[in-house]
């Protein structure tokens, strides 16, 4: 069966340093994946989206590489800060499986302290 | 803010009875998804609308549906509640159906069944 697999324990990171999480997932060939950050009690928010031939995408300080071969993409946060500490979700995307029906993994906890 | 509302914020509702959530959408879309996010988990596709058609379903039983409204604002029904259903309702819209595309979350419907 198809399964995306984030980290369930918190990331716990010093303010300054690169935050990176993992999202692996098996039995899918997505056309792309998105990363949202999610507060509690509130809906996720998009950050970047990554296409299947693309490798490597930048926004400010984030960055996240998509391995097609791998079946992993990872989510960098560089110089973090207390303010980035949330839950940190990937998705994944098939065009061709109900338009943008997203799957998404179990999100991880990012906790940057001062 | 996302531009994406919902109603109500909270609800409690007692095993077998019919519960209605209400999401209009950001102005300019025209497809709404609906996801169950249970605690500590990732929010799970329940079905899309586009144009106020349904355009695809995950692994919910009928008694999730929905409807989509020619303003594009949506609702989701379910009946005969279970204790099961507890969850965080998100609504997400995006511009189109069928391709990569952000979507926008609501801030959920936090739904207790007792």
């Known amino acids: 069966s198809q399964k995306i697999e984030q980290n369930s324990e918190a990331l716990n990171i010093q303010e300054g340093k690169t935050a990176t999480l993992t999202c692996n997932y098996t039995?899918?060939?997505?056309?792309?994946l998105q990363w949202y950050r999610q507060d509690p009690g509130r809906g996720p928010v998009f950050l970047l989206l990554?296409?299947?031939?693309?490798k490597e995408k930048r926004k400010e300080r984030l960055k996240v590489t998509f391995d097609t071969t791998l079946k992993q993409s990872l989510f960098h946060i560089t110089a973090s800060q207390p303010a980035d500490s949330a839950t940190y979700l990937c998705?994944?995307?098939?065009?061709?499986?109900?338009?943008?029906?997203?799957?998404f993994g179990g999100g991880t906890r990012l906790m940057v302290k001062p | 803010e996302t531009g994406v509302t919902q109603s109500p914020t909270h609800l409690i509702k007692t095993r077998g009875q019919q519960v209605t959530l209400r999401c209009s959408s950001q102005?300019?879309?025209?497809?709404v998804s609906w996801y169950q996010q249970a605690l500590g988990q990732g929010p799970q596709f329940i079905f899309q609308?586009?144009?106020?058609?349904?355009?695809g379903r995950g692994n919910f039983p009928p008694r999730f549906s929905g409807l989509q409204f020619p303003n594009y604002s949506s609702e989701l029904n379910v009946n005969a509640l279970e204790l099961d259903d507890s969850a965080l309702y998100l609504c997400?819209?995006?511009?189109?159906?069928?391709?990569?595309?952000?979507?926008?979350f609501g801030p959920g419907t936090r739904l207790t069944v007792l």
């Open positions: 609308y586009y144009r106020e058609e349904e355009n």
């Open positions: 039995n899918y060939s997505p056309a792309y």
């Open positions: 990554i296409r299947e031939n693309e």
């Open positions: 102005s300019g879309h025209n497809t």
């Open positions: 998705a994944l995307g098939d065009p061709n499986n109900a338009g943008n029906m997203l799957t």
């Open positions: 997400a819209s995006s511009q189109t159906s069928g391709r990569p595309d952000t979507q926008y």
